[in-house]
């Protein structure tokens, strides 16, 4: 079943998420983050962050921490063995830090199809926010490939 373009528009319920120092570090070591303001409060706060910045795609990672990052699919009648990650981009307008609360707020922003209604493309923006100041812009495309319904018999 295509996707409506009356979907556009729609939003998900806010999500409200506290940055944690430690899962900042972690998050930096398994990244390959060597710069040290990354790890240590000290040289953080020497380089002029007032705390441990947030590295640019770790906001995407916070954004995942709903019970069911992937319900809103489910949601839209749309089978998760069908979807592609499409494409991913940030854009950002403030640092986030450690210690910081951040909002998520998510709408879809498109939705499209190409190879003639095989593929159609489902684009969500996410807007972060602190203290209502706009810290990033999120976008996430999926893919879902459209079936006949053959090919997921039991």
Do not use: W
């Not at 998420?17 to 409060?41: I, M, S």
């Not at 203290?131 to 053959?150: M, N």
Request: glycine share 8%; hydrophobic share 35%; net charge negative.
């Amino acid at each position: 079943m295509p996707l409506d373009r009356s979907l556009i528009g729609t939003t998900s319920p806010e999500l409200v998420v506290d940055v944690e120092r430690g899962r900042l570090r972690f998050f930096a070591k398994a990244t390959g983050q060597t710069d040290p303001v990354h790890h240590d409060l000290d040289a953080a706060r020497a380089a002029g962050h007032r705390d441990l910045p947030v590295p640019p795609t770790f906001l995407f990672c916070l954004g995942m921490e709903v019970p069911n990052p992937f319900d809103y699919l489910e949601e839209l009648g749309i089978d998760p063995v069908t979807v592609l990650h499409g494409e991913q981009g940030f854009e950002y307008f403030a640092q986030a830090y450690a210690g910081d609360t951040l909002t998520y707020s998510t709408r879809i922003s498109d939705i499209y199809e190409k190879k003639g209604g095989a593929l159609q493309f489902l684009v969500r923006d996410t807007d972060v926010t602190r203290d209502g100041e706009l810290v990033a812009r999120l976008t996430a495309s999926a893919v879902i490939r459209r079936t006949t319904g053959k090919e997921h018999t039991a």
